[in-house]
């Protein structure tokens, strides 16, 4: 079911949208507990930067996933501040912040109780790291509480863009960092950009890595696939094969003939 409707439930009512994306999100927690799989992005390849990050060597089989968050997270500084993550999903993001970036304190948000207990348990461990269930649109925090917010490829899922992104501006102290990436249906540029145009935040960097995501969907295609292989029932995989992006699936037809993009968006609140 997933694999027919996905391209199209970035365009539906915005109630069903979201209340699909939470019955998804819901049931991929629950799955591969124990795989160590971690990240549920695109992933990126830098086309013009040979320079790569160094990597533990424990951290690079998700080396093209934690790509884009470096690459998110190059324009905002971290360092000893309080960093938000909306839609940490498996943690594996957040838990590369909070060991790489040194931050004060990093929280990862999900509104996937399984996706936050999954996370919690996998990363105990990590000292300056928690996890805590909560809504994008209605963030559980008091104004002015964080220094830098970031968002990876999970607005799509949102009801309402505009309610996040207040959410963003309220919870961000002065001076603070945003700093979002994802995916929208060409159709959908205009309407994202006018809502961010709206925004009290100053944008500090944008650009379309469309190319450098399907560039890292070619370097994990054979990976997916095995995972998928291993720990999916049959029945459902193609909704798994289109949901990851391999090759041919719909979403990767999309951003190479051009009808979805990748964009990327840093912010600073004033
Ligand atoms: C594609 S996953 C990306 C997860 C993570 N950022 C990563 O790159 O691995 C999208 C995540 O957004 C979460 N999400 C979707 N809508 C949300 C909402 N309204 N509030 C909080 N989390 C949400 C989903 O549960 C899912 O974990």
Redo the contacts with the bound molecule.
């Keep these: 079911m997933i694999a027919k409707i996905f391209i199209s439930l970035l365009r539906i009512s915005p109630k069903f949208q ?1 209340a699909m ?1 939470k019955w998804w ?1 819901q049931r991929l927690a629950k799955r591969a507990t124990d795989s160590g799989w971690t ?3 695109y992933g990126y390849i830098s086309l013009n930067d040979n320079s790569s990050i160094d990597l533990k060597a424990e951290d690079e089989s998700n080396r093209l ?1 934690i790509q884009l968050y470096d690459y998110a997270l190059s324009q905002i500084p971290l360092e000893n501040k309080k960093v938000l993550e ?5 943690g ?2 957040a838990s590369f912040i909070a060991r790489y970036y040194n931050p004060k304190l990093m929280t990862g ?4 109780r399984s ?1 936050i207990e999954l996370s919690n348990k996998i990363y105990n461990n990590v000292s300056n790291l928690k996890f805590v269930k ?4 209605n963030l559980p925090f008091d104004d002015n509480t964080f220094d830098a917010v970031i968002n ?3 607005s799509h ?2 009801g309402n863009m505009k309610s996040f992104l207040n959410e963003v501006c309220r919870v961000l102290k002065k001076g603070g960092h945003f700093s979002w990436v994802d995916l929208r249906g060409k159709d959908m540029i205009k309407d994202t950009e006018s809502v961010f145009a709206e925004l009290d935040l100053k944008c500090i960097h944008e650009q379309t890595i469309t190319s450098e995501v399907i560039e890292a969907l070619d370097g994990i295609h054979e990976r997916k696939m095995e995972m998928i292989k291993l720990h999916v029932p049959k029945f459902i995989q193609p909704a798994f094969k289109d949901f990851a992006g391999v090759k041919n699936s719909k979403i990767y037809n999309a951003f190479n003939d051009g009808s979805a993009v990748y964009l990327a968006k840093a912010f600073q609140k004033s």
């Design positions: 979201r994306w999100y990240f549920m992005n996933f909306v839609g940490s999903g498996r594996g993001g948000l999900d509104y996937s996706a909560g809504d994008a649109e990876v490829e999970s899922c949102y």
